[in-house]
């Protein structure tokens, strides 16, 4: 199990009034998985990524990542596991607009403390992986959108990341390209890296493994898609969702 997730809440206070973002979500990601969280805008997609990434802490509730209790572990420790072992994708790239494309895959491994040869083979191997090579030189303004998230994504796996999570990455694409972006996704799931993207569009949601659907900060869905279950009879059903689950026991 790579993540868990125990009644997760999340408020905002802005001024007077308390805005619930998430209004106590329960569930859990198996490693290897591939999870597509879809929902309105306003749903809380974005507010549980920031909290699955250890962005973000919830307001009450419980997560474990890799079995480790992450809710009170210090900011610096909470850093350490985000850089080593999540990788994360934006809908506008967020690309470092000064540096190259080799520059900005490198970048992770610069702060992870990786040597400079291993650092430039990596970075090769991932433009090379992601159809970019010819393009390592290349600032973000001379490459199109969907190169430009294409250099993201090989950003994403510099530190080969447990857990590859992914806002809206295909939002600013047109189908074509973002259907193109789904595809080196699922590659990346079938490379052993648990993925969730957060999608507001169904027919990418379709293509995941999982998709889990939120409203109004609640889990509504939980399901398989395309008889995802009968592809692994021994693989457990996800888990159901709200209370159903049974209390977590964190160490
Ligand atoms: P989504 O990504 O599904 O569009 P969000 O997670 O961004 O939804 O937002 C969920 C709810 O929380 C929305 O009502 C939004 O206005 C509110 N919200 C998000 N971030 C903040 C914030 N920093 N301060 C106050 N309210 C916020
Ligand atoms: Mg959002």
Do not use: W
Request: charged share 25%; glycine share 8%; proline share 5%.
């Amino acid at each position: 199990m790579l993540v868990q997730a125990y009644n997760i809440l999340r408020s905002y206070n802005s001024g007077e009034a308390r805005q619930d973002a998430l209004k106590g979500c329960s569930f859990s990601i198996d490693d290897g998985d591939f999870v597509a969280i879809t929902g309105p805008s306003g749903s809380g997609k974005s507010t549980l990524m920031n909290i699955l990434g250890l962005l973000d802490r919830p307001t009450e509730g419980q997560m474990s990542f890799c079995g480790k209790n992450v809710d009170e572990l210090s900011v610096r420790k909470r850093a350490e596991i985000r850089n080593k072992e999540i990788g994360f994708v934006f809908q506008s790239y967020n690309l470092l607009q000064r540096h190259t494309a080799f520059e900005n895959v490198e970048l992770p491994m610069v702060y992870a403390g990786i040597g400079k040869n291993e650092r430039r083979k990596r970075v090769f191997e991932l433009l090379d992986t992601m159809d970019l090579k010819a393009r390592h030189s290349n600032y973000p303004r001379e490459l199109s959108g969907g190169e430009q998230q294409r250099v993201a994504i090989a950003r994403a796996l510099a530190n080969h990341p447990k857990l590859v999570l992914a806002d809206e990455p295909t939002g600013a694409l047109d189908s074509e390209r973002g259907n193109q972006i789904l595809s080196l996704f699922q590659k990346i799931n079938q490379g052993g890296h648990t993925v969730v993207i957060i999608t507001h569009d169904d027919a990418i949601a379709a293509r995941a493994k999982r998709i889990l659907r939120l409203r109004d900060g609640q889990i509504i869905e939980d399901f398989r898609p395309n008889g995802a279950d009968e592809l692994d009879p021994l693989k457990p059903l996800a888990p159901t969702i709200g209370p159903k689950l049974p209390p977590l026991v964190l160490r």
